[in-house]
Structure formats: C-alpha cells, structure tokens
C-alpha cells in the first residue's frame, strides 16, 4: 500500500470490530460468533470494511515469544494496509503487539479509543479493555485499515 491511499472511516472500523465482542477464542479461526483468533478478528474486520481478504493466511505459530528477524505478521499487513508509526496510532488503527522482550510481534487489537482496544484473547474471546501501560508498551506496529 502507497501513503497516498486513504485510510478506512476509523468509526466504521471500529463499529465492525464491536461486532465481534463476546466471540468465543478459537486458534486460526475467523467466523464471527463462532470463533477466532486475534488475527482471525482482524481478518472478520477487513471483510466488513475493505471487501474480500487479498491472500489465504497460511498456518501460523502460536508461539508467542517466537524470535527471529522475520516479522511475518507486519511484513503481511505491510502487503495490504498503511503502515504509520505507532505513535501515530489512533482509534481505527490496527497494533500488532510484541508480547515479550526481543519477540517478533504476534499479537493484533484494534484500538477503540486512545486509551481502549479490542482483541481476541484465549480464554476470552473478543473482548473491549483497557489499553494500559503494559499493552501500550508491547506496540510494535500500526496500521490503518486501507478504504475501498
């Protein structure tokens, strides 16, 4: 994606992911009410919002603290969405998240409100919460959700 493309409304971005709060966790799953994974959540929100998925997702690692020079998960949204600095992050925008120190970032919310995101969590499901300190710090990548 070019800079010169036009983010997707971060109202309507949010209202899609809204829409998937109380759906149950299920690893590499992405259908609403069903289940779903973080990036299954991200994946239900770009069908909502900009159309048809561009690529298949291949099987991926659930290993959170899976380590290399690779960032696959940012290299992929890369392909298809605008990437901004995380400090430009606002409500609308895609995070991807390092859950721990010197990991490949792995996890995905979107954010709600500067200080609230949703996010698939196991055991949880889709769930609205705090963007607190100790998420906030784990942001590793931004992207804004491109417009049709």
Do not use: N
Request: hydrophobic share 40%; charged share 25%.
């Amino acid at each position: 994606m070019t800079r010169l493309q036009t983010a997707a409304d971060p109202d309507r971005v949010i209202a899609a992911a809204r829409d998937w709060l109380g759906t149950p966790y299920h690893d590499q799953a992405s259908l609403k009410g069903a289940g779903c994974d973080c990036l299954g959540l991200a994946r239900g929100v770009w069908r909502k919002v900009v159309g048809d998925e561009p690529f298949p997702i291949p099987p991926y690692s659930r290993d959170w603290g899976e380590t290399g020079a690779h960032e696959v998960l940012a290299d992929g949204a890369r392909r298809m969405m605008i990437q901004i600095k995380p400090c430009e992050a606002g409500p609308g925008t895609l995070v991807l998240f390092r859950m721990r120190t010197g990991a490949i970032a792995k996890h995905v919310g979107i954010l709600t409100a500067p200080d609230r995101f949703i996010h698939a969590y196991e055991r949880l499901g889709v769930i609205e919460e705090p963007l607190t300190p100790a998420w906030r710090r784990r942001i590793g990548f931004a992207f804004f959700f491109p417009s049709i």
